[in-house]
């Protein structure tokens, strides 16, 4: 239902708007529709990093397709938050680990996420105790201490 609609049932007296104002209560309603179902699908307690980017790309195509003034405005937004998150390193490891989104990255994000990765990895192997890899527990995994670190590895 619509911001008429949802009037005439919640409020007692009429309200008097003039057309062009249902117009555009209609047009802000649709524009915030895909973030309002964005929202309710970021709230799981078991999001990964891949399922956050899908929710958020499908919010940020949905709301483009909205004729309106506040949809421009959160798709600029949603834009300038993504580059921002993109140059984060971290996030962009977690992009890289998901096959799905990695194609999304630039060369220059794919290789500071292996180099992210990479450092994650030296710094399990000083935790473990064992800088040459040879723990029982990550024995399987490939070696990416340094110099052998490269993205064939990954």
Not at 12 to 30: G, H, P, R
Not at 86 to 93: G, K, M, P, R, Y
Request: charged share 30%.
């Amino acid at each position: 239902a619509g911001p008429k609609e949802f009037c005439d049932d919640m409020v007692t007296d009429t309200v008097k708007l003039m057309s062009k104002d249902w117009k555009n209560a209609e047009n802000i309603v649709q524009g915030l529709a895909p973030a309002e179902e964005a929202t309710i699908r970021l709230q799981s307690e078991q999001l990964v990093m891949g399922d956050f980017l899908g929710v958020w790309l499908k919010c940020r195509m949905e709301t483009a397709k909205v004729d309106s003034t506040v949809a421009s405005a959160l798709v600029s937004s949603i834009n300038k938050r993504q580059k921002a998150l993109l140059e984060n390193d971290i996030v962009c490891a977690a992009i890289y680990l998901d096959h799905r989104y990695r194609v999304l990255l630039a060369e220059s994000e794919k290789d500071r996420a292996i180099q992210r990765l990479c450092s994650v990895w030296r710094t399990l192997q000083r935790v473990l105790g064992n800088p040459e890899g040879e723990s029982s527990h990550v024995r399987d995994m490939p070696d990416l201490s340094e110099p052998h670190c490269d993205q064939d590895d990954l």
